[in-house]
T-cell receptor
Framework: GEDVEQSLFLSVREGDSSVINCTYT??????LYWYKQEPGAGLQLLTY?????DMKQDQRLTVLLNKKDKHLSLRIADTQTGDSAIYFC????????????FGKGTMLLVSP | NAGVTQTPKFQVLKTGQSMTLQCAQD?????MSWYRQDPGMGLRLIHY???????DQGEVPNGYNVSRSTTEDFPLRLLSAAPSQTSVYFC????????????FGQGTRLTVV
């Protein structure tokens, strides 16, 4: 079955760039997503990339996709303390109606 | 605009008790789903529905029942709660065309003792 792997923890200083990495196994993934979960809250879609794209930029967020290596990354420029959260990588399967397969999440801690 | 509303936010059950977790959305989304989130496990799909009257199993359906009598509501039933069902439960909804761009509720934290 599909599998999505992420590192569990990342710590950065305020103002630095953060890079959160993700690998997936399903070569037929159509969309890949980044969700953000703040403490005590549900998940919020941050951004997504279609599998035929290499890069997508959205303000401080840059998503890079290496389809050959099945590697996805999320770069947050000028990281702020408000960016501290858990970030989930997810991919959509192609079996029947698409469902999301999530990674275990990367906890990003931004210190002042 | 309420989005996806889950009730209750917190619940403690004794082993063997039953209960229903409520989920409602006001966005006229066809697709609704239930996930559970456990430490170190990410989110795992329990059940999903592509419209009223249609439901299907996800990755971890055992011990849970669902029904979808209306577009708005998608309740999750635990018939006989077990400690292994202690988790945080999230309901999500989306359109069928973009059914993986999901809107999530705030979650229900369930403890089974």
């Amino acid at each position: 079955g599909e599998d999505v792997e992420q590192s569990l923890f990342l710590s950065v200083r305020e103002g630095d760039s953060s890079v959160i990495n993700c690998t997936y196994t399903d070569s037929s993934s159509t969309y890949l997503y980044w969700y953000k979960q703040e403490p005590g809250a549900g998940l919020q879609l941050l951004t997504y990339i279609f599998s035929n794209m290499d890069m997508k930029q959205d303000q401080r967020l840059t998503v890079l996709l290496n389809k050959k290596d099945k590697h996805l990354s999320l770069r947050i420029a000028d990281t702020q303390t408000g960016d501290s959260a858990i970030y989930f990588c997810a991919e959509s399967s192609t079996s029947g109606y698409s469902t999301l397969t999530f990674g275990k999440g990367t906890m990003l801690l931004v210190s002042p | 605009n309420a989005g996806v509303t889950q009730t209750p936010k917190f619940q403690v059950l004794k082993t063997g008790q039953s209960m229903t977790l409520q989920c409602a959305q006001d966005m006229n989304h066809e697709y609704m789903s239930w996930y559970r989130q456990d430490p170190g496990m990410g989110l795992r799909l329990i059940h999903y529905s592509v419209g009223a009257g249609i439901t299907d199993q996800g990755e971890v359906p055992n011990g849970y029942n669902v029904s979808r009598s209306t577009t708005e509501d998608f309740p999750l039933r635990l018939l006989s709660a077990a400690p292994s069902q202690t988790s945080v439960y999230f309901c999500a909804s989306s359109t069928l065309e973009r059914n993986t761009e999901a809107f999530f509720g705030q979650g229900t934290r369930l403890t089974v003792v």
